[in-house]
């Protein structure tokens, strides 16, 4: 199946600065790709999503980008804010309704 | 208006018990979830169901039964509770989409404590 990998575990940031979370998926058939962002005690919510025809999205100060031929695709958080810190979750899937999510990234935001 | 909701939000229970979570969506999906993240955050697929019908059923222990009554409720038995099922559960919903991926809306998850 499906094995997706999330680097780094925790990654801190001055307020401000930008924050860059990478995520690498094994199945070439993915097609699929959304990030997920988890506040403490609530659910998973999907912050912003790519499909394999493109490959970069913007969404205000959040974007990402996706190389097929790597098999990689990032998250980018733009003039972090301490409203930022949370877990995210990157994840993989191949147009069926099975997602693989990666072990999520502690981002936190340095006020 | 919440989309995915799940109840209770909080369960303390002993081991050997049976409970049950409710989960309901209002969202018009076909397909619902439930999920488990354990105590380091993991994100893993239990069950799916598609118009009531389970397509997911991935190595869970036969302790847990999932129901779905109709397509906007699904629901998870788990009996004879042992200590290691103590994680947060996570319901959730999509529209089942055969070409391209499908968002996947959680709900605010059933953080499930056994003692």
């Known amino acids: 199946g499906e094995n997706v990998e999330q680097h780094p575990s925790t990654l801190s940031v001055q307020e401000g600065d930008s924050a860059v979370i990478k995520c690498t998926y094994s199945d070439s058939a993915s097609n699929y790709f959304p990030w997920y962002k988890q506040e403490l005690g609530k659910g998973p919510q999907l912050i912003i999503d790519?499909?394999?025809?493109?490959g970069e999205k913007k969404d205000q100060r959040i974007a990402v980008t996706l190389n097929k031929t790597a098999k990689h695709f990032s998250l980018h958080i733009t003039e972090t804010q301490p409203e930022d810190s949370a877990v995210y979750f990157c994840?993989?899937?191949?147009?069926?309704?099975?997602?693989?999510f990666g072990k999520g990234n502690q981002v936190v935001v340095i006020p | 208006d919440t989309a995915v909701s799940q109840t209770p939000k909080y369960l303390v229970t002993q081991m050997g018990n049976d409970k049950s979570i409710k989960c309901e969506q209002n969202l018009g999906h076909d397909t619902m979830y439930w999920y488990k993240q354990d105590s380091k955050k993991f994100l893993k697929i239990m069950f799916s169901?598609?118009?009531?019908?389970?397509?997911i059923n991935e190595t869970v222990p036969n302790r847990f039964s999932p129901k779905s009554p109709d397509k906007a409720h699904l629901n998870l038995h788990i009996n004879s509770l042992e200590l290691g099922d103590s994680a947060v559960y996570f319901c959730?919903?999509?529209?089942?989409?055969?070409?391209?991926?499908?968002?996947?809306?959680f709900g605010e998850g059933s953080w499930l404590t056994v003692v």
């Open positions: 790519i499909r394999s025809n493109v």
């Open positions: 169901y598609n118009n009531k019908e389970l397509i």
């Open positions: 959730a919903s999509s529209l089942l989409r055969q070409v391209s991926g499908n968002t996947i809306y």
């Open positions: 994840a993989a899937s191949k147009g069926n309704n099975r997602l693989a």
